[in-house]
């Protein structure tokens, strides 16, 4: 079975980090680019980075370039989001999805997982 | 920033045709997504490339693309369709999703 399992979401004062994490299985993850999509309460989907097969091509979305930083270890089948300097304004659901192919821009996301929690509060 | 717009919500009685669009000033050259959001549950695919079905989604989901408009067409929906639907694009190597649209089913 396909599957993504995201973890290292929690309650983090301002100005604070916090690393996610995703797990895959179930897929050949080295064949794949990876991405991070965050929904905030009560709102629409908001794409936060992406990354290619080979971690050769990277992506952010502006309300995050310059504090964010995305990552993938092929050998451990695992993505990674390390946040920086977080606001209020990142507090979202934030969840990992499987690309259709090895570029982040082609096929859209196939596989998502059921999100981690990001909650910036003081 | 490239910007796609939905509209915020559509209605559809049961049995008819749905239809949401999504507009961006650069879509033509681009391929499309759409996803299915229930409440309380992960997005899931329902078409991609603009107009292929991934597995498992149902033949009553189907994609077009004209212009800068992309449009995801429900024939025959069913209440279980009622969800919330988002395009999504890319650009200069950054992803996009529309707004979202609400789709009731009356």
């Known amino acids: 079975e396909v599957q993504l399992v995201e973890s290292g979401g929690g309650l983090v004062q301002p100005g604070r980090s916090l690393r996610l994490s995703c797990v895959a299985s179930?897929?050949?993850?080295?064949?794949?680019?990876m991405h991070w999509v965050r929904q905030a309460p009560g709102k629409g989907l908001e794409w936060v980075s992406g990354?290619?097969?080979?971690?050769?091509?990277?992506g952010y979305a502006g309300s995050v370039k310059g504090r964010f930083t995305i990552s993938r270890d092929n050998a451990k089948s695992s993505l990674y989001l390390q946040m920086n300097s977080l606001r209020g304004e990142d507090t979202a659901l934030y969840y990992c999805?499987?690309?259709?192919?090895?570029?982040?821009?082609?096929?859209?996301?196939?596989?998502w997982g059921h999100g981690t929690t990001v909650t910036v509060s003081s | 920033s490239h910007e796609l717009t939905q509209p915020p919500s559509v209605s559809v009685s049961p049995g008819q045709t749905a239809s949401i669009t999504c507009s961006g000033d650069k879509l033509g050259d681009k391929y499309a997504s759409w996803y299915q959001q229930k409440p309380g549950q992960s997005p899931v695919q329902v078409i991609y490339?603009?107009?292929k079905r991934p597995s498992g989604i149902p033949k009553r989901f189907s994609g077009s693309s004209s212009g800068n408009t992309a449009t995801l067409t429900i024939s025959g929906t069913q209440a279980m369709d009622e969800a919330d639907y988002y395009c999504?694009?890319?650009?200069?190597?950054?992803?996009?999703f529309g707004g979202g649209t609400k789709l009731t089913v009356l």
């Open positions: 490339q603009d107009t």
């Open positions: 999805a499987k690309e259709g192919g090895r570029s982040f821009n082609y096929y859209g996301m196939d596989v």
């Open positions: 179930g897929f050949t993850f080295d064949d794949y680019a």
């Open positions: 999504q694009s890319w650009d200069s190597s950054a992803v996009t």
């Open positions: 990354i290619s097969w080979n971690s050769a091509n990277m």
